[in-house]
């Protein structure tokens, strides 16, 4: 019997090893460039602060981390991904354990380690990389919590909870799904009657109210991004957003395992009685239901309720393996595997099989290019070293900052209008540079607006990075004396 333990934990670990060993050489072979956000993120890490216009400040803090042990390289700072989503998947294996046993655990583990999201955002360093981290060691500590009810453990998971909050603010959701829990639940009910979970939620409030309080000192920025993005504000009641949302979650969590996880809550009320099943149930299906009424009410992106697949992971492997079906088990697992390798050789095939990469074909297009552009910008400043980079593009900036050599810190956003829409328009002040030059990079060749600023505005080429035959980076550029002021 201890042999068999060793077997599935060596072997979880072995596999799990082997294939973040396999992710990393992937990405040093696809070698893509940063994504938008995350050259914002890396702009961000310049300034280690509590807060930033968009998001509370973890993932920031993590790239300037790794940007202090590893260097300045965009794949340093996305092997972060990689080197995180072993550890969360580990949690998970732990929490697993705690709950059932080790064929679950092994199960659980690897089901969340494959999920088609997880293969994708691994060479991505975003938010969720260390939400899904903080989410999933907030949920270990609970699940001990409440079978010990030991108050370092509580104190833990708030800990836990805290960071997730400082990693993005849907882990709000996990207190929402604890206090459901409860009430819902005849054996763990007390824990609402006495101190220990609300000093557990003092806890992560404690850890969070840094952000908390950055906030207030910035008008609350980042609240109200969050209803921006939200369009909540907008036209409302979108069934077409909603099947949009929930087909997409068959690519996040996996062809099968999302079917399995639907499976699962047709056959709920047979297992409802289950004190841990439910538990996961509840963790899994309200962040689900409440990122369902958002795709409903205006949109959400496919990746918002990733969070939900932490509880669903365990959750499936417990239902499977204890109806002793594990073979949907190793399906689903095979299956993600599979189109893990798909995603990651798409553009090696498509070269094996003769067919050429266009704008409707090429999946990485936006990361195309932008280090070649980044050297054309570079080339330009430094044959005018006496004026300023402008652009009127948050993500132009943030993907040229990046990538230009030196980094063009000095590069300003044109905001007229000085509405508040990003970091550039909360942190920067273009009336502070009356009477510069500037070389303004622009999306069309029209600049005939710009003259009321400046008082000469002079067309001086363009830009084409050529990524497919149909598709360029495209910029024109323009020299502009002497800003009046807006």
Avoid at 261 to 286: C, G, P, Q
Wanted: charge should be positive.
């Amino acid at each position: 019997m201890v042999e068999k333990k060793l077997n599935y934990t060596y072997l979880f670990c072995a596999i799990i090893g082997l294939l973040s060993i396999y992710r990393v050489v992937m990405l040093y072979h696809i070698n893509p460039n940063f994504y938008v956000d995350e050259a914002y993120y890396w702009i961000w890490s310049q300034k280690l602060d509590f807060g930033y216009y968009s998001k509370p400040p973890m993932v920031a803090w993590f790239i300037y981390f790794a940007q202090f042990l590893f260097g300045d390289s965009s794949l340093v700072f996305k092997t972060i991904s990689v080197m995180v989503y072993p550890v969360t998947s580990l949690v998970i294996f732990l929490t697993a354990l705690k709950l059932f046993d080790l064929k679950v655990a092994f199960y659980a583990g690897l089901l969340f380690f494959t999920m088609p999201g997880i293969s994708l955002s691994s060479f991505i360093i975003s938010t969720d990389v260390v939400l899904l981290l903080f989410w999933s060691l907030a949920l270990l500590f609970f699940v001990i919590a409440i079978e010990t009810d030991k108050m370092h453990n509580w104190i833990l998971a708030g800990i836990f909870g805290g960071l997730g909050l400082l990693s993005k603010y849907n882990m709000i959701i996990f207190v929402l799904s604890a206090v459901i829990f409860f009430l819902w639940s005849k054996k763990y009910l007390h824990i609402l009657k006495g101190p220990k979970f609300y000093i557990s939620v003092i806890v992560a409030f404690c850890v969070f109210l840094p952000n908390l309080i950055w906030n207030y000192q910035n008008n609350f920025v980042s609240f109200t991004h969050v209803q921006e993005i939200s369009q909540i504000d907008r036209e409302l009641f979108h069934f077409d957003k909603l099947l949009e949302f929930f087909v997409a979650q068959f690519g996040v969590f996996g062809l099968l395992s999302f079917g399995m996880l639907l499976f699962i809550v047709y056959r709920s009320a047979k297992n409802i009685a289950d004190e841990k099943f439910k538990m996961l149930l509840i963790f899994t299906l309200l962040f689900l239901f409440i990122i369902s009424i958002q795709a409903f009410l205006s949109r959400a992106f496919a990746n918002w309720a990733a969070p939900a697949y932490i509880a669903a992971s365990i959750l499936c492997a417990y239902y499977f393996v204890n109806v002793n079906k594990i073979y949907f088990l190793k399906f689903a697992v095979i299956i993600n595997l599979v189109l893990m390798m798909a995603m990651y050789h798409y553009e090696d095939m498509m070269k094996t099989f003769g067919v050429e990469l266009t704008k409707k074909t090429d999946p990485l297009k936006r990361v195309r290019g932008w280090d070649k552009l980044g050297q054309e910008v570079s080339k330009i400043a430094a044959n005018y070293p006496n004026h300023l980079i402008l652009a009127n593009d948050r993500n132009f900036l943030s993907e040229i900052i990046f990538y230009s050599k030196p980094h063009l810190f000095n590069a300003k956003i044109f905001n007229p209008e000085k509405k508040v829409q990003n970091y550039f328009h909360q942190t920067q002040d273009l009336n502070q540079e009356i009477g510069k030059d500037f070389i303004y990079f622009a999306g069309n060749n029209n600049c005939s607006d710009m003259a009321k600023y400046f008082d000469n505005v002079k067309f001086i080429g363009e830009i084409e990075i050529k990524v497919h035959k149909d598709y360029s980076l495209k910029y024109f550029v323009f020299e502009l004396k002497k800003f009046k002021g807006y």
